[in-house]
């Protein structure tokens, strides 16, 4: 039994939002970067592709998305007829910011030979100038249906643009973006800890640079970084991701050791998204009272961002019907 989270003039927090959860019909969907108490409050906890296929399926009348801005806004996109707070609006994403929807069109009218294979983390208005939504867990599957003459452009993670080429012999045009967060391993401090942990296996997010993927063993999405840290036989394992993941790793694997890659001093929290971390239990449970801060999109933009995330789900077998995931 976890001690009660109390704040906002001594008010139990957590059966405040079990008690609100009820009285709003609402869901609360969670991504593995946000604070263990919030997972640990979440009717379902996912990677950007899990979570896009429970928000498109959900009975519920109200999500409270626990995720950055894109992510709630995808909730939105396809769900237009449901409330959807975010608990704290300006929980942006670095990648998202690195493509200005303006710019973003220019480019796709510069290359108009070449069709705009998107990844998941950026604005709606991005979304609506793009062809195809990818996530990590779902690229590589939408790549392998694609003519391989087919001339993509690649917006805006440029590690994970170059991770794909890589892994499917593509030359995809990519965008320069980065996250701020995956950019920030040190390979240097890495290598030290290999040397430390020979035995222990890398398990590394695709945003990472090339000079961190290169000493990955296993690269993936946050849920199959996760499969990979409770399916392995090795009893430490090296995490290159945004380190709050390693809670579901701890509830599912507690007799092994999980340790993230460091950052550039070995010590740094600069792998740590400082956008997941707006969202706190206090502006949960404001959210789901309030109703608020609560996602609107113009329709015109909505239905223009909600195509290429159908072709997403589509491709990557994801189409859901109503109702396959509820309250707790
Ligand atoms: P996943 O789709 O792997 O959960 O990635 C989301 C994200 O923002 C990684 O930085
Ligand atoms: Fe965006 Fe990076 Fe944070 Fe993911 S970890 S939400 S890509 S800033």
Redesign the pocket.
């Given at each position: 039994m976890n001690a009660p989270v109390t704040s906002l003039a001594g008010l139990d927090l957590r059966a405040e939002i079990e008690r609100l959860r009820r009285e709003r019909n609402a869901v609360i969907l969670a991504?593995?970067?946000q604070e263990p108490e919030i997972q640990d409050l979440a009717d379902f906890v996912?990677?950007?592709?899990d979570?896009s296929a429970k928000a498109a399926a959900t009975d519920a009348e109200v999500i409270a998305f626990c995720g950055?801005r894109f992510m709630a806004e995808v909730a939105k996109i396809l769900s237009p007829d449901k409330t959807v707070v975010l608990p704290d609006m300006a929980a942006g994403?670095s990648?998202e910011d690195s493509c200005p929807p303006e710019q973003f069109a220019a480019f796709r009218a510069a290359h108009p030979d070449h069709i705009a294979l998107t990844y998941?983390?950026c604005s709606a208005a991005v979304k609506a100038h793009s062809d195809i939504i990818v996530?990590?867990?779902s690229a590589e599957t939408i790549l392998s249906q694609l003519p391989m003459d087919q001339k993509i452009i690649f917006a805006p993670d440029r590690n994970l643009g170059a991770w794909f080429n890589r892994k499917t012999g593509r030359d995809m045009l990519l965008w320069p973006g980065a996250?701020i967060?995956?950019e920030a391993f040190s390979e240097t401090e890495l290598l030290k800890l290999k040397i430390e942990h020979p035995d222990a296996p890398v398990a590394a997010?695709p945003?990472c640079p090339a000079f961190i993927l290169d000493h990955a063993d296993v690269v993936?999405?946050?849920?199959?970084?996760l499969d990979f840290a409770l399916g392995t036989s090795a009893d430490t394992i090296i995490v290159a991701?945004?380190p709050h993941i390693i809670h579901q790793m701890e509830k599912g694997a507690p007799g092994k050791r999980f340790i993230g890659a460091p950052g550039a001093d070995g010590n740094c929290n600069c792998n740590m998204?400082p956008y997941m971390a707006m969202n706190t239990i206090e502006k949960l449970y404001l959210a789901l009272r309030d109703l608020e801060p609560r996602i609107e999109l113009d329709e015109a933009m909505r239905i223009a961002a909600k195509r290429p995330l159908d072709r997403m789900l589509e491709m990557a077998g994801r189409s859901v019907g109503r109702g396959d995931v509820g309250r707790r």
């Open positions: 991504h593995y970067y996912g990677d950007s592709l979570l950055v994403c990648l998941i983390n996530t990590s867990s996250c967060v995956h997010h945003e993936g999405s946050t849920r199959a970084i991701t945004e998204c």
